[in-house]
């Protein structure tokens, strides 16, 4: 009898063993099946793939029109500063030339006219170069434009207005090249 409940333990045993198998086997199988249903199709992989590129691609583009649009900005910049320095060194000319118009008033007309072209050839010369000049009697003082070296009451003018121009300024563009030295009214 022992060997029989021996064998019958040994049966029992294997065909719990088997079970146990068949148990693993169907739990390997639908784990498979699961990472086979959670794996991309091909087509998948491929549509990923092409977004991927696609963005890559559009990164790329705006990456290169921004360094397109700074080195254009950089070369007017460059051009800017340029001219800014080469009429810088012409200013105390033109500033001679306007204090001798201003004092040439016994002089000979034929001179006084001279001079006056002169200055008209030397404005011209500014327009082309796009440089402007400011600072006219009348107009709001702004700090950022105008150096301010004497101020004045009058009841003719506004309050921060200028009375008076020492030096006309000069800007191309946003670029000042020289601040306008004047004389300021009414102000505190």
């Known amino acids: 009898m022992a060997k029989e409940n021996a064998k019958e333990s040994t049966k029992n045993k294997k065909a719990e063993e088997e079970i146990n198998e068949e148990v693993k ?3 390997t199988t639908e784990a498979e099946e699961k990472d086979e249903a959670k794996e991309p199709t091909k087509e998948e992989k491929l549509a990923e ?4 590129q696609k963005d890559s691609y559009m990164r790329l583009a705006a990456e290169y029109d921004n360094y397109r649009k700074r080195t254009q900005q ?16 012409l200013l105390p000319m033109a500033d001679a030339l306007q204090m001798a118009i201003q004092n040439a ?7 006084t006219k001279g001079l ?20 006219e009697i009348g107009d709001e003082f702004d700090p950022n ?10 009841e003719e003018l506004g309050e921060n207005q200028l009375s008076a ?12 090249i020289r601040h306008a030295m004047v004389q300021v009214a009414n102000c505190d």
Do not use: C, R, W
């Not at 434009?145 to 009058?154: E, F, G, P, R, Y």
């Not at 121009?165 to 000042?176: A, E, L, S, V």
């Open 25 to 27: 086997s169907a739990e």
């Open 105 to 111: 008033k016994d002089a000979p007309e034929e001179f």
């Open 145 to 154: 434009l105008h150096n301010a070296i004497s101020k004045i009451d009058s």
């Open 49 to 52: 793939e092409l977004k991927k």
């Open 165 to 176: 121009i020492y030096q006309k300024g000069f800007k191309i563009g946003d670029k000042i």
């Open 74 to 89: 950089e070369k007017l910049g460059i051009y800017d500063d340029a001219t800014a320095k080469a009429v810088e060194q």
């Open 116 to 135: 006056e072209m002169i200055q008209n050839q030397f404005k011209t010369s500014m327009e082309k170069l796009k440089v402007e000049s400011f600072g």
